[in-house]
């Protein structure tokens, strides 16, 4: 295998398309934005474009193709949504059904593309301001919760926002809002610190997605909007038919993360 | 007539539906924002609202309707689209056909609203750092010129930006450029500043909308992305109907200009 670490955003493109990569992308064309994907068919698109719009914490949008488009024109200028993530996932009526490695004999003239912003991105930025991230020291997938917080609904899709956790040291809390708040197309600032119980999350030990990380003592629970929301709300939504990335497989852009940032 | 500078935005939407006011709204409110209307039948929603994702400088949206809704779920709580704003204009196949005050009677189910913010909010701000606004000194309209920048198009959207210019002395342009970066929102940072004709402008004196303006010795022209663009991609359009503001005849939300900005 090739040094794939090192490797460029479209090297690693072509080598997922040419099926030499199906793991998880994390790690991979560090400096880059990776980005969540949903498929869904044209009739699911104007109501999910407005759900976006309305809820741009938890689902940050970095791209939407027209219908029966596959190649992208801001992300990167050589890729084909239909090859290029590892692995994907096909629902119907909002029930997994099976976990394919590209979708090209699946395509449709009726598809449209949503890709989103995702926390690799603003992650990256905590550590090089040396905020430690305590589910990637652990070498395990960040903690997720679903909250009480409703989002705010569009046409068929509703529900209540997901949230990543992570446990920061009192003294570094400030700077990881601001450090996030220049990301606001990666989930942005944090939407809620402290108290658990206040956003309807009983057990911190028992997340609802991802793994369960140490926290420290003294150390401040810090709450993101979550990716996992569109996805959440999609499958309740129980479309005929939608396409979603598996998770951590994510699309690899030309963007770096800095050219992502506000200021 | 009552003392409508002081009173509430809420206030001044009764006395605009009830036939009181119809001028134009800059000036009243102050501190609260004000909004851009653009309402299109609902087959071109899908390839409107992707042009403004596409184009969050010139087509910052700040609410969107679903198809047949006209009341306000964030911009405000208790108003009617149909009537809230002074004078309204009807375009067919992109030609201007009348101009109205309100559209109760023309309403159909299957229209969808956008909202957009409005460089009020950010003049605001201009202003409150000292920064002062030529065209507001000179009680005109603000200079606005058609680029040679095009917009990203979005189904049968497309077309130049048009960017609206306010003359800066050289030591207040970073500021100037600082304070608008909070207001993504209401069009953000400059798109550029200095050099006209590098962004195709001939001709500063002569504007293709509002008035022209003095520029002082030594100042620089910074131009930020303009609410008319989105109007103008839509008159180019051609959709079989389409109802707007008329220019200056916004729409008064709820939300102060602080609310909106990004830190």
């Not at 309305?54 to 791209?63: A, G, I, V």
Request: with cysteine; proline share 8%.
């Amino acid at each position: 295998m090739k040094r794939v670490n090192r490797a460029s955003p479209n090297e690693i493109r072509l080598l997922i398309r040419r099926g030499g990569w199906d793991r998880p992308t994390a790690g991979l064309a560090m400096g880059y934005a990776q980005a969540n994907l949903v498929i869904l068919p044209e009739r699911y698109a104007f109501d999910f474009l407005l759900f976006c719009q309305r809820n741009p914490k938890p689902c940050p949008l970095l791209e939407v193709l027209e219908p029966g488009k596959y190649r992208t024109q801001f992300l990167a200028l050589d890729a084909d949504i239909r090859t290029d993530i590892p692995r994907y996932h096909l629902y119907r009526k909002g029930k997994l059904e099976v976990t394919v490695k590209e979708i090209k004999n699946l395509w449709r003239a009726d598809f449209v593309t949503f890709l989103l912003g995702c926390s690799f991105s603003f992650e990256e930025a905590l550590l090089r301001s040396r905020i430690p991230v305590r589910h990637l020291e652990e070498n395990k997938n960040v903690p997720m919760y679903i909250t009480n917080i409703p989002c705010k609904p569009a046409g068929i899709f509703h529900g209540p926002m997901v949230v990543s956790m992570r446990p920061i040291s009192p003294e570094k809390v400030s700077r990881a809002v601001q450090i996030t708040s220049r990301y606001t197309s990666v989930h942005g600032a944090p939407i809620h610190i402290g108290d658990p119980s206040a956003i309807g999350i009983r057990n911190l030990g028992r997340p609802d997605f991802g793994d369960r990380v140490k926290i420290k003592k003294g150390e401040v629970p810090v709450f993101w909007a979550c990716g996992v929301t569109p996805q959440a709300v999609v499958m309740k939504a129980k479309p005929d038919f939608c396409i979603t990335h598996a998770p951590g497989h994510m699309f690899i852009s030309d963007i770096l993360n800095e050219e992502l940032a506000n200021l």
